[in-house]
């Protein structure tokens, strides 16, 4: 069976001390036959302070070109990166993406808007007080995805369910009072060929994807990545047979790799 984990971290990212060796031989143990490290590249940091617009491969470009050939035939090991708020300068990122080693681009929304005060969700969402503040959340959220779906340095969505890895669960928020709009997003990645992920955050949080990517298949959405998200080696491929049951059950029969920013698609069931 061929499977990929299509969103991890390594120590060129600032929250991971993980070396691309421990991700890709802890790959190998877990059975996959693809990787693509995706490294953040985040344009503000949790207080809302501008990062640099121009992103430095030379860290990632160095680790993957050492590795990329030393599991021949065992595990494809590619080349992507995690661009994090990519709409507060679209050129800029894709500037920084004309790289012809790079795959893959995951397109995340990490902060609040610029209007919003460009803070850190996880940090906001941490000091959350009452349902309201959740809700207020992910409404600016939804403004930021709805402007992330009409710029071009990405080819999935990460973790479209973000805000709800950190908002309180005692609030019961769920994207659905924003059903409509997240529609509308969905209709745009699939007119464009693109996709989304299914990031199973280390394995915590396969069942909040079910509604949504049973949207996304309703409207036809068929580009699909998987993804743990480790940051740690420890969580490599985390609840992939879970996330793959759930794929299975919404009737998703394949999940992509990419090539060159091109999605390759294989069967998620054989
Ligand atoms: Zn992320
Ligand atoms: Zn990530």
New binding site residues.
């Given amino acids: 069976m061929y499977l990929s984990d299509y969103?991890?971290?390594t120590r060129c990212?600032s929250d991971s001390q993980a070396t691309l060796t421990q991700q890709a031989e802890a790959a190998l143990a877990a059975g996959l036959r693809e990787i693509c490290v995706?490294d953040?590249w985040n344009l503000l940091d949790q207080a809302g302070n501008r990062l640099p617009t121009v992103y430095s491969w030379e860290a990632s470009l160095k680790q993957w070109k050492k590795l990329r050939s030393r599991w021949p035939g065992a595990l494809e090991l590619r080349l992507g990166v995690?661009v994090g708020n990519g709409v507060l300068d679209p050129a800029a990122v894709d500037a920084s993406l004309e790289l012809p080693e790079l795959d893959f681009v995951?397109g995340?929304l990490h902060s609040q808007s610029a209007a919003a005060g460009g803070r850190g969700i996880f940090t906001v969402a941490h000091e959350c007080t009452t349902k309201e503040d959740g809700a207020a959340i992910l409404d600016d959220y939804m403004d930021m995805l709805e402007e992330l779906v009409q710029t071009r340095g990405w080819d999935v969505l990460?973790?479209v369910i973000y805000p709800l890895r950190y908002i309180p669960e005692e609030y019961g928020l769920d994207l659905r009072p924003w059903w409509d709009r997240l529609a509308e997003v969905f209709r745009t990645v699939i007119a464009q060929g693109k996709g989304i992920e299914l990031?199973t955050t280390c394995g915590t949080t396969v069942s909040q994807w079910r509604d949504v990517l049973a949207l996304y298949r309703d409207l036809g959405g068929e580009v699909l990545t998987l993804?743990s998200?480790a940051?740690h080696s420890r969580f490599i491929a985390a609840a992939f047979p879970q996330a793959l049951e759930l794929l299975q059950s919404l009737g998703f029969r394949w999940l992509c790799v990419y090539r060159s920013r091109t999605p390759l698609f294989y069967k998620a069931d054989s």
């Fill in positions: 969103h991890l971290h990212s995706t953040h995690e995951i995340s990460g973790h990031n993804g998200d940051h």
